[in-house]
């Protein structure tokens, strides 16, 4: 398969445009940049769970992901629904789906929200990313707390995907074809996840802000014909300073929550 290596291409949907990410709140000056990361391992803590399910500890991710497709598959698609939580404290948090970042790290194709607080001011933001490029935002998708938002990331081949955001809230909705950085960073389709994580801005994790409780809701992805079921899935949440900082738990075959503690 001939790999793309040309930037992304734009397709807008409700008059969106698309910048780099902007001046949400007083941090975000010229040149910010607002990046995710592939899960990075951290050492599990010395406590007992109670989970049935298989957990791991990072320091950026919390919430479900699988490691591998089944024989023969490789994930094309996932997708979930949440509602915009109330924020508190200072920092921040993001809320997204996507494919790699567990054992493949080369790359992510991925979307989501960002939740941001300063002093008590607030910025949600939407925004795509193709790992390890820096995130995208969509400037004009309105977000508001409460708002239920729902993102599906497509891998259509190994460069190239579509991204699709609809606030169900106020019917609004975009859609993005996005393709691969360059010839070295394309999907492997080995990982699937819904993800809370404390995101990057300007080389190090932003401190994790009180977003509450998230919970991912018709939640699926697709491997071949083959579609996951989330109580097969491992549970994954953050540990800073051997602090835990999240509680993820499966709810059902197609709902999770991840919990601020």
Known sequence: MKLLTTTSTIILLASAALARPGSSINERVAGRRRKSQPKITSQSPAIETNSTFHEEYSENWAGVFFESPPSGETYSAVSGTFTVPSISGNGGASAWVGIDGVTYTDAILQAGVDFTISDGS???????????????????????????????????????????????????????????????????????????????????????????????????????????????????????????LTATTIDSSTSITVTYQ
Do not use: H, K, M, R
Not at 145 to 166: P, R
Not at 196 to 209: A, K, M, P, Y
């Open 122 to 244: 607030i910025s949600y933001d939407a925004w795509y990313e193709w790992y390890p490029d820096a995130a995208y935002d969509f400037t004009s998708f309105d977000i508001s707390e409460g708002d239920s938002i729902t993102v599906s990331v497509e891998a259509t081949s190994d460069s190239e995907g579509t991204i699709t955001l609809e606030n169900i809230t106020t019917g609004q909705s975009v859609t993005q074809a996005v393709s691969a950085p360059d010839s070295s960073t394309v999907i492997s389709g080995q990982n699937v996840e819904w993800i809370v994580e404390d995101f990057e801005e300007n080389g190090s994790l932003v401190v994790l802000c009180d977003f509450g409780t998230i919970t991912f809701t018709d939640a699926s992805a697709l491997a071949g014909s083959s579609t996951v079921d989330l109580t097969n899935g491992d549970i994954v949440d953050i540990t800073q300073d051997s602090e835990v």
